[in-house]
């Protein structure tokens, strides 16, 4: 796992967006994870100057969904599939008919979740996976005691978890219950596993998921075992991490070839 922490949350966002970019100039097709919630919006950002200034190119990129609400009515502002659309299509240019969502809407949502899986399975593998975590150490959807081997299914959302997002919505009973979420499996299939973090409420999950142990009570952990897992946050999410002078001694030793702080022309 190489972890980089960076001072602001602005920082974040300019180098997990330089990564990105040096992906997609190498290889415009490329099959992009996304991730909604809060901590992704800084890399998106970044990406889309990229494209205003740098003239970067998205719009031969696949994207897929790392989740989706269920019950919440097709159109709703606050279903990701929306939310998508808005904070990544748009604003990177992406082509609308390349972005796929799990369908939260469905009648059928066990058969909703084999066809996400079988989408993936088609067009893929993903290329990069952005990750965001939560503060109880989630990943995508996937709350504590999560299968390691999960694949894309329905999950009921922890009551921590629905009382976070509750700020996107008028009330917090409005948060849906269920979602639909790739598995701890199916993120594990991503060829790279970029999470970003900031702020002291990941603090702990930041620590658990890289220095702790293995554990299905910190679903995010599991990328200890990704062969090319990257961590980047900020000061204040990377605060109880033991081993940070170890991974500022790693950043300034880097090799050329191995540093993407600068995009390719
Ligand atoms: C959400 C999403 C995750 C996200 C996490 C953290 O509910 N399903 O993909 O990474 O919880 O959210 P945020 O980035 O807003 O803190």
Redesign the pocket.
Known sequence: MQVYVVATPAEVGRLAGAKIGALIRSKPEAVLGV??????LDVYAELARQVKEEGLDCSKVTAFA??EYVGLPVGHPESYRKVLERDVVGPLGLNPDKLNVPDGASDDIAAAAIDYERRIREQGPVDLQI????ANG????NEPTSSFSSRTRIKTLAPK?RA??ARFFDSPEQVPMHCL?QGLGTILDARTALLVAQGEN?AAAIAGMVEGPVTSMCPGSILQFHPDAIVIADEAAASQLKLTEYYAYTYENLPSWQRFEQPQA
């Open positions: 991730a909604t919630g809060s901590s992704p790392l989740d990750l965001g975590i939560g989630h990943i995508g959807f978890t976070d997002n979420t990941k």
